[in-house]
Structures are given as structure tokens and as C-alpha cells.
């Protein structure tokens, strides 16, 4: 008697058991009832587009044409800083047989930034990418990029939607000579006088008189010619200026202006000119020229002639 017991006393206790384990109890609500996901789920996507921490990048067009301006930022719509460190805080894609490959884009200007840069909530920070720079893919150097479908990477997952570069139309002309961005901007570009004498400073103003800001990417070209036979060619000699100011990129507001100047007699060149390159006597302009992504533009003083220094008058 005394073994059936503990015997008869260890059957009720498993089916006590049993019955609680078929009994539907609610689990506590701070465990979840969602199976853990396998070690062979594939990761989320990553770079993505909008994430937890509300950061956006994007670019100003769709689609642009081989040669162009590719204007793309990076907008903190969240509620903490986030950090980059310069020289490599992005990376240029194309998509190639569906898979995305990085690549160096020779024309990228992030402008003038710390070794570590940051964008703080509710910060937008705007840069270039000058697609004529050419770039290097898979160790082939190429002049330009190919046409194909792009995106732009900043480091820490964040890519822009994708967007299409194209060849120029046929018969399109390379090179617009015109003022104008779009019909809402409007830039000129003037001297302060229509006649020099050989070795007189040419003082010339940027002027942008529409209603939208004008961005400039680095080193935007800013070329002399001369008038030859009734044709401009670029004139032969070293463009004295300040212009290399321009080489960290600038912006331009409606209404506002900036000043430069040209130095005939190449007395106020940089260190590393050759110095007394006296303009010749002629018939100039000034012409500012950079990418767009409508293609290359270009803006075109009025013409001013350089005479002769007269001896003895």
C-alpha cells in the first residue's frame, strides 16, 4: 500500500501538468508569440531610402543627360546628428545586370568640409557631381560615364532613388549659349568699362538677376577669348584672375553679386604663373561655363577691347 502511493500520487501530478500545458492561457504580454526569424532569412536591403533615423538623400532631376550637372543632398529629417568622416563619405553606383556596383566618379565636389561633418537635424547640405569629369569602373577609365541607371550612396546606408543618364539627342548642340538656368534664373556677367589699354585691370561682376539661387561646382571654368576673323576662340594666354576662387564651388543668390577682376598685365598672378604675359591688343569677352543637366551652358560677357599703350602721349 504504502508503494502504490507515491505511485498513484506522481500520475495525477502529470496529468495536472499536461492538462495546464492544452489549457489556452494567454502568454504574458511582454513575451511575443511570433516565431524568431530562421539565420537564413535574407537582411533587409540595405542601402534604403527612408529609415528610422528620418534621413533622406536625393537628387534635384530623374534623369540627366551624359555630360551634365548631377545635384544631390542629403536632408536630416530626424532628431540626431549624423556623422561622416571626409574624403570617403559616399560612393556613386550604376546597376549592372540588376546588381549595383560602386564605382569612382572623378567629378564629385562635396566642397570644403572638416575631417569629421555633420548634419544636424532639420539640415539639408546640397553637393555636385560634374558627370563630364569622367570616372573609373571596374579599373577601366572612361572619359565620361555610360548611359545606365545611377544612384548615389552616402555611407551608413543612405542612397537616393535612382536616376537615368543618357547620351545628348542627336543634333541637340553641345554647348548653350544662353543666360539662363531655367525660366526662373537669370545671369549676366559685365565689365566696368568697353576699353582697356594693355596692362589695366579688368574688373567684371557676376549678376544674378533671376528669382531662383544659382549653384556654381568647383572649379567652374571661367575662360578669356579674343575675336578672331569674326570667330571667339579662347585667347592664348594665362587668364590672370581671382577666379580661382571659384575652385571650392559658390552660390549665388537672387540679386546678389560677386566681383572678380583680370589682370591684363599678368602682375597679379599666383605664384605658380609666369608673371608679364601682357594681353595683346584686341576684342575679349569673359565667358563662365559649367554643367547642367541639360548639358553644358555657358555665360557670355559683352565684348571690350584691349588697345595699345600709346608711348609718349
Not at 67 to 93: C, D
Amino acid at each position: 500500500m504504502k508503494k502504490i502511493l507515491p505511485a498513484l500520487m506522481l500520475t495525477i501530478i502529470a496529468v495536472v501538468i499536461a492538462g495546464c500545458m492544452n489549457a489556452d492561457i494567454p502568454p504574458p504580454a511582454n513575451i511575443s508569440t511570433t516565431p524568431s526569424p530562421s539565420l537564413d532569412t535574407p537582411l533587409s536591403p540595405t542601402p534604403t531610402l527612408h529609415d528610422d533615423r528620418g534621413v533622406r538623400v536625393f537628387t534635384d532631376h530623374g534623369s540627366y543627360y551624359i555630360g551634365g550637372i548631377v545635384t544631390f543632398g542629403i536632408e536630416n529629417n530626424g532628431h540626431e546628428k549624423i556623422e561622416f568622416l571626409f574624403g570617403a563619405p559616399i560612393s556613386t553606383q550604376i546597376k549592372q545586370n540588376g546588381t549595383w556596383i560602386s564605382f569612382r566618379a572623378f567629378g564629385v565636389n562635396m566642397g570644403p568640409t572638416e575631417n569629421i561633418w555633420s548634419v544636424h537635424p532639420g539640415e539639408t547640405k546640397t553637393f555636385m557631381w560634374d558627370t563630364s569629369k569622367g570616372c573609373r569602373i571596374a579599373d577601366k577609365k572612361m572619359t565620361t560615364p555610360p548611359p545606365g541607371q545611377y544612384r548615389i550612396v552616402f555611407h551608413g546606408g543612405f542612397a537616393s532613388d535612382e536616376f537615368t543618364l543618357m547620351e545628348r539627342p542627336e543634333g541637340e548642340p553641345a554647348m548653350y549659349n544662353i543666360s539662363t538656368f531655367s525660366d526662373g534664373s537669370h545671369l549676366e556677367i559685365v565689365t566696368d568699362e568697353t576699353s582697356y589699354s594693355a596692362g589695366d585691370v579688368v574688373t567684371f561682376q557676376v549678376i544674378n538677376n533671376g528669382a531662383e539661387e544659382s549653384r556654381f561646382p568647383s572649379n567652374t571654368p571661367l575662360e578669356i577669348q579674343t575675336k578672331t576673323n569674326g570667330n571667339w576662340t579662347p585667347a592664348e594666354i594665362l587668364p590672370c584672375t581671382d577666379y580661382h576662387i571659384l575652385s571650392n564651388g559658390w552660390n549665388l543668390q537672387p540679386g546678389e553679386t560677386e566681383t572678380y577682376w583680370w589682370d591684363t598685365g599678368g602682375t597679379k598672378c599666383e605664384s605658380w604663373f609666369e608673371e608679364n604675359m601682357t594681353a595683346p591688343p584686341g576684342i575679349y569677352r569673359i565667358v563662365l561655363r559649367f554643367g547642367t543637366y541639360k548639358g553644358p551652358i555657358e555665360f557670355v560677357s559683352g565684348e571690350f577691347t584691349i588697345q595699345e599703350i600709346r608711348r609718349g602721349a
